[in-house]
């Protein structure tokens, strides 16, 4: 069992820049592959960007790819995003995800995780 909790989001310009954080309790976070997913006004709750247990494979949604980073700290059980240049369509809450997994294994679909954190807000303003 492990218990996530976002934070970090908040209010930004377009182009400019945010890192949110997840920090995780109880069973350690090196267990899990950890997941970044987003829930825009009105939308479906998409992918964003998945790293492996170890931290060594990563995978992320075209929209995305080349903006966003995601990475982790076994050691600080936290994973982060780093999201530059950001744009009006980032809107979304932002989730932080994580199931067990094999050991360089990354996931992209809802369904694939078990624990969820409650979201973060992140409102990028034209």
């Known amino acids: 069992q492990v218990q996530l909790v976002e934070s970090g989001g908040g209010l930004v310009q377009a182009g400019g820049s945010l890192r949110l954080s997840c920090a995780s309790s109880?069973?350690?976070?090196?267990?899990?592959?950890m997941g970044w997913f987003r829930q825009p006004p009105g939308k479906e709750r998409e992918f964003v960007a998945t790293?492996?247990?170890?931290?060594?494979?990563?995978d992320y949604a075209d929209y995305v790819k080349g903006r966003f980073t995601i990475s982790r700290d076994n050691g600080k059980n936290t994973v982060y995003l780093h999201m530059n240049s950001l744009k009006p369509e980032d809107t979304a809450v932002y989730y932080c995800?994580?199931?067990?997994?094999?050991?360089?294994?990354?996931?992209?679909?809802?369904?694939?995780?078990?624990?969820w954190g409650q979201g973060t807000q992140v409102t990028v303003s034209s």
């Open positions: 790293v492996s247990r170890s931290g060594g494979s990563t």
């Open positions: 995800a994580a199931r067990g997994a094999l050991y360089t294994a990354t996931f992209r679909a809802n369904s694939e995780y078990n624990y």
């Open positions: 109880g069973r350690a976070s090196s267990n899990y592959a």
